[in-house]
T-cell receptor, first 114, second 112 residues
Framework: GAVVSQHPSWVICKSGTSVKIECRSLDFQATTMFWYRQFPKQSLMLMATSNEGSKATYEQGVEKDKFLINHASLTLSTLTVTSAHPEDSSFYIC??????????FGPGTRLTVL | TQLLEQSPQFLSIQEGENLTVYCNSSSVFSSLQWYRQEPGEGPVLLVTVVTGGEVKKLKRLTFQFGDARKDSSLHITAAQPGDTGLYLCAGGGISNDYKLSFGAGTTVTVRA
């Protein structure tokens, strides 16, 4: 149980284009989903918290107009990186939670912006 | 400044040796999780501890939660190359939401 999927697993795009990443909880309904960014050999950096049917809460320093989050249902959240630039290249990971105690992570999406 | 301090940052040992990773904070957590992450993949939950003084064992892995719920340790006995990875501790319950505060991680390399 507690399986979270992400799609795509990797994407390469040209500078200026937008990229959408999907996060799905496959076998449970997630009260809350989170989006993280991770740089090589570093820990996870929380970007935003997403609750179904409401606006996402962004962490300080994260541009909400650049990283659009939509949480359409209890099993699906999407992150759209708008007008991507090379500095947006990173490993993006989502997680889903049913309780205060645990988060279950997706396998991550490697974004490379040329 | 990280809420959770993990140490050491890097650990390289020979197969068969034991290792311990520490996770410390000045804050009290309602729960603490340990994750292992391999390159190019998402973190995988290993254990959740919620009670002060709690000890949990998962085969060769032993997890402890401090009495005051401010610190935790992960001990691996007779490490194997398959234990190689980034180990992350994460604390929950600081704020009234589902957020976790992550440590900086410990990169463990077990040499065959």
């Amino acid at each position: 149980g507690a399986v979270v999927s992400q799609h795509p697993s990797w994407v390469i795009c040209k500078s200026g284009t937008s990229v959408k990443i999907e996060c799905r909880s496959l076998d449970f309904q997630a009260t809350t989903m989170f989006w993280y960014r991770q740089f090589p050999k570093q820990s996870l950096m929380l970007m935003a918290t997403s609750n179904e049917g409401s606006k996402a809460t962004y962490e300080q320093g994260v541009e909400k107009d650049k990283f659009l989050i939509n949480h359409a249902s209890l099993t699906l959240s999407t992150l759209t990186v708008t007008s991507a630039h090379p500095e947006d290249s990173s490993f993006y990971i989502c997680s889903a939670s049913q309780s205060y105690n645990e988060q279950f992570f997706g396998p991550g999406t490697r974004l490379t912006v040329l | 400044t990280q809420l959770l301090e993990q140490s050491p940052q890097f650990l390289s040992i020979q197969e068969g040796e034991n290792l311990t990773v520490y996770c410390n904070s000045s804050s009290v957590f309602s729960s603490l999780q340990w994750y292992r992450q391999e390159p190019g993949e998402g973190p995988v939950l290993l254990v959740t501890v919620v009670t002060g003084g709690e000890v949990k064992k998962l085969k060769r892995l032993t997890f402890q939660f401090g009495d005051a719920r401010k610190d935790s340790s992960l001990h691996i006995t007779a490490a194997q190359p398959g234990d190689t990875g980034l180990y992350l501790c994460a604390g929950g319950g600081i704020s009234n939401d589902y957020k976790l505060s992550f440590g900086a991680g410990t990169t463990v390399t077990v040499r065959a």
